[in-house]
């Protein structure tokens, strides 16, 4: 380890810190609820039942207004805590002219994302007349018009309804948004990944797949989640949701497994940040990371089907209530993972020593 | 271009920190933990057979500078002129990115939040010697840097690589020569020997 005397030089911790790790939590959150909005879209467009139609699109709004929200908290954290120089990096069309590196990649990835992510958000809030919590933007914009005189609300929809390109186009553009999605989470373990060689625990190969599937974890967790938690759980297929994000996780643990694998037996960097994860941040790693944002989730959800599987949990009002709640508490539970994740991705980043 | 660069001999270096003072000092860095030029001590092994050396590090201004590779907006440049790398603070965004892609820790960040490091006193202070002359032409350097100025054994040395390798011994020299996109360091291998030896190896 770094403190014994190894005859390596351990340089001293570096310069990012906790506001990183959130910047990295919530671009990685905006892209797993976008993911998890647009499959509901396509889930609502493919299906022939009705009843579906109304909790389909309460989810896509969620993900999309949840996404928003999240790349904008995002982007507070970058240019207020982290940037030295923001109102600069505010003129990045002219300014970032190195395109080979990730952050150049990643900007113009995340202002893509967000202009398509604005344009769904205008459509599934502010077109027609939106039902459901998830439309709470409409309702606000409604206030501000009504108390203040101001037709904020009457001009958005306006636009929405002006610039709506209709159902197919509108998914196809949430499609395109989606990829970008992704794009954007993956940039991020690929920003980091770049300079592996420096920081050994940003894995070039194995960071991006683990942010990947942590991403769609969390996305998908806290758009579903909020939905049971604002606007129940009928008909919002939640046992569907909660099951493929149990496939995520478990993709998640395989690919960590992986990432410590690779890390306890790399060189004397790797094998200090493996140390540092399990050990001196063991308690983060294995209780927030491992216990409370794969475990747990795994064993709510496998106690919630046996449940399901024995009684007809809309039986009650109770029993309706005590799903809604345990769901929401297991997808409380990942969201609190990959914030333990991002957190330990920053603060266990040591150089890798050089020799003498 | 004749790269400049820098010679370190750790049998001969004692750890006064001397080189980091007077880096510090020339080029009025007093931000608290900021320190351009710094004095590592490597310990190995235990006690009785435990050995120490100590090992002045900065910019060693790379061939093939990672820090340049990823900055957004192209505020590290690898010059020309004679190899040193600058910082044009101007375009500097302060988003550290740098700072990770060195392996020598040699980009810091002041209480301005923009990227500054040596610039092997082309100046004499954060973000100078972007855009100055070659270094040998240039009002503003110094003939040599503080840090080789301030060295009381000769541990440390400055000047275009090629009269380095010459005064060099043949193992650093070929250590040098076999990594030709590395840092611009001609590193004499440690002996283990204790404080100043006098000798060149």
């Known amino acids: 380890m770094m403190d014994s005397p190894d005859g390596l030089v351990w340089l001293t911790q570096q310069e990012y810190g906790w506001y990183i790790a959130a910047y990295l939590f919530f671009s990685g959150l905006a892209g797993g609820a976008y993911v998890t909005g647009f499959a509901a879209d396509v889930l609502r467009v493919r299906s022939t039942d009705p009843a579906v139609d109304r909790p389909m699109y309460s989810i896509t709004r969620w993900g999309t207004v949840l996404a928003l929200g999240a790349v904008g908290a995002g982007m507070v954290f970058l240019l207020v805590f982290h940037l030295g120089a923001p109102v600069r990096a505010l003129l990045f069309p002219i300014l970032f002219v190195n395109v080979g590196s990730w952050l150049v990649i990643g900007t113009w990835i995340i202002v893509l994302f967000s202009a398509v992510a604005t344009l769904q958000g205008l459509w599934v809030v502010w077109h027609e007349n939106p039902a459901g919590r998830a439309a709470f933007p409409r309702v606000v914009t409604s206030r501000i018009e009504n108390r203040f005189d101001v037709p904020v609300d009457s001009w958005l929809a306006r636009v929405a309804s002006r610039t709506h390109p209709g159902p197919r186009r509108r998914l196809l553009c949430s499609g395109v948004g989606s990829a970008l999605a992704l794009s954007m989470i993956a940039y991020t373990g690929f920003k980091l990944g770049d300079v592996s060689a420096t920081v050994p625990l940003w894995d070039g190969t194995l960071l991006p797949a683990l942010f990947l599937a942590s991403a769609l974890s969390i996305g998908l967790a806290a758009t579903v989640g909020v939905t049971v938690l604002f606007d129940g759980v009928e008909g919002t297929n939640v046992t569907a949701f909660s099951v493929a994000d149990d496939v995520v996780i478990l993709g998640e643990i395989a690919v960590l497994a992986l990432f410590l694998t690779t890390l306890a037996s790399g060189g004397p960097g790797a094998v200090s940040a493996f140390g540092l994860l399990t050990e001196e941040y063991g308690l983060v790693f294995w209780g927030g990371v491992v216990t409370v944002g794969l475990a747990l989730p795994l064993a709510i959800s496998v106690g919630l089907i046996a449940l399901e599987r024995r009684v007809d949990v809309h039986a009650s009002d109770r029993l309706r209530r005590l799903v809604r709640g345990t769901y929401t508490l297991k997808f409380g539970f990942v969201v609190l993972g990959g914030v333990a994740l991002r957190y330990l991705i920053i603060a266990a980043a040591y150089n890798a020593p050089l020799s003498t | ?201």
């Open chain 2, 1 to 201: 271009m004749s790269q400049w660069g820098f010679y370190f001999d750790p049998d001969k270096c004692i750890g006064c920190h001397a080189c980091s003072q007077a880096c510090t000092v020339r080029n009025d860095i007093d931000e608290g933990d900021v320190t351009w030029r710094r004095v590592e001590h490597v310990g190995e092994g235990t006690f009785p057979d435990y050995e120490e050396i100590s090992i002045s590090m900065g910019c060693y201004h790379c061939a093939e500078p990672e820090c340049r590779d990823v900055c957004p907006t192209h505020a590290l440049e690898k010059r020309a002129e004679d190899g040193i790398v600058t910082i044009e603070q101007d375009r500097c965004i302060g988003c550290n990115y740098c700072s990770y892609a060195c392996p020598y820790g040699a980009i810091q960040f002041g209480e301005d939040g923009l990227a500054q490091k040596c610039h092997g006193c082309l100046g004499s202070g954060a973000g100078d010697g972007h855009g100055s002359p070659p270094r040998e032409e240039s009002e503003t350097a110094r003939e040599t840097p503080a840090c080789v100025d301030n060295c009381v054994t000769g541990a440390l040395d400055s000047g275009p690589i090629n009269e380095l390798l010459r005064g060099a011994s043949t193992a650093a020299a070929e250590e040098f020569r076999s990594d030709d996109s590395g840092p611009a360091v001609v590193l004499e291998p440690a002996t283990g020997t204790e404080g100043v030896s006098g000798d060149d190896g």
